[in-house]
């Protein structure tokens, strides 16, 4: 009779003793100081990691109590460890002169880490417009290459889940809608220079959206017109311009005329809404003597205004 010996697996010394919470634990995140020059940026990072006075109010936060939030990182193919969420934290931590970083180590692939990367920077203040746009449109392409997973049921299943992701699951996590997110998108689709004009408020959200139809060589045409006319077009101007050259007739003539038109003020009307006012009021008031109200304290405002500049 054969032995079979040689078919029995002997359990290690830690597996025997080792307990069940031990081996739960074992599986927990665990935070662990990091090398700064272990950490490497998210390829593509669209947030840009300013010294600005934020980061100089970062900067004495850690000096005083250290870094309170571990960033996200997952292991590099070539060493080291990338960061998903911390860009800030580890610039402030160079300039705070520390050495190293707390942080969470998390295996993730590429599109887990990019969603988890572009939420967690999402809901900062002074994100720019372009900033915004190449972050959602990178996470929209990440939720949407999951929703092409080879196990799914069908072709059918698979363009069911991306419909969803376009309009519910990317607002998710998101200070914006999802009709808002897609128009941020679409400055994805302007020359670099017409995005930093809409970074720097020389044009509108609204008007460069219509912009970002305009053809690559119509884009450059219309920064050579900018440049000459030194104006930047208008909401109507911009519809125009989409308008001319969806029907093929966007050339120089056309958009030098457009571009050359006077334009119309600007509405400057200022609504305040009731809600904010009535703190101020008998409960009784109603908007209309309000608003009466209102109108005789400016006019005595501005009668002892100008009495003072008559001294």
Same mark, same amino acid.
């Given at each position: 009779m054969k032995s079979s010996a040689k078919n029995i697996s002997l359990n290690s010394y830690d597996d025997i003793f080792s307990t069940e919470e031990t081996r739960e634990d074992e599986k927990r995140e665990k935070v662990m100081d990091m090398p700064l020059? $272990? %950490?490497?940026?998210?390829p593509d990072h669209p947030f840009q990691v300013r010294d600005d006075d934020s980061m100089k109010e970062t900067v004495e936060s850690i000096k005083e109590y250290g870094v309170l939030v571990p960033a996200i990182v997952r292991p590099r193919a070539d060493g080291g460890y990338e960061l998903i969420s911390g860009h800030r934290r580890k610039r402030a931590c160079e300039l705070a002169g520390l050495p190293t970083m707390p942080v969470i180590v998390r295996n993730l692939d590429d599109d887990a880490a990019t969603i988890i990367m572009v939420d967690s920077n999402i809901q900062r $203040?002074?994100? %720019?417009p372009s900033e915004r746009a190449k972050a959602y449109k990178m996470k929209l392409d990440a939720i949407k290459h999951q929703g092409q997973r080879t196990d799914l049921t069908s072709v059918q299943v698979g363009q069911k889940l991306q419909g969803k992701v376009s309009r519910d699951l990317l607002a998710e996590n998101s200070p914006?809608?999802?009709t808002q997110i897609q128009r941020y998108i679409r400055l994805n689709e %302007?020359?670099?220079q017409l995005q930093q004009m809409v970074d720097d408020k020389k044009i509108a959200m609204t008007p460069a959206v219509e912009l970002s139809y305009l053809k690559p060589e119509e884009q450059t045409l219309l920064l050579d017109t900018i440049e000459s006319e030194q104006?930047?077009?208008s909401l109507s101007q911009a519809?125009? %311009?989409k308008n001319f050259s969806q029907e093929g007739h966007l050339n120089e003539d056309s958009m030098l005329a457009i571009m050359s038109e006077e334009k119309k003020? $600007?509405?400057?009307?200022l609504t305040i809404k009731a809600d904010k006012l009535q703190k101020y009021f008998p409960k009784s008031y109603t908007p209309q003597q309000m608003?009466?109200?209102?109108?005789?304290l400016l006019d005595g405002w501005q009668k002892k205004r100008q009495r003072d500049q008559e001294r």
């Open positions: 020059s $272990e %950490l490497h940026p998210f $203040e002074n994100i %720019l914006d809608s999802s %302007l020359a670099p104006a930047t077009p519809q125009r %311009l003020p $600007e509405k400057s009307d608003e009466q109200v209102i109108i005789r």
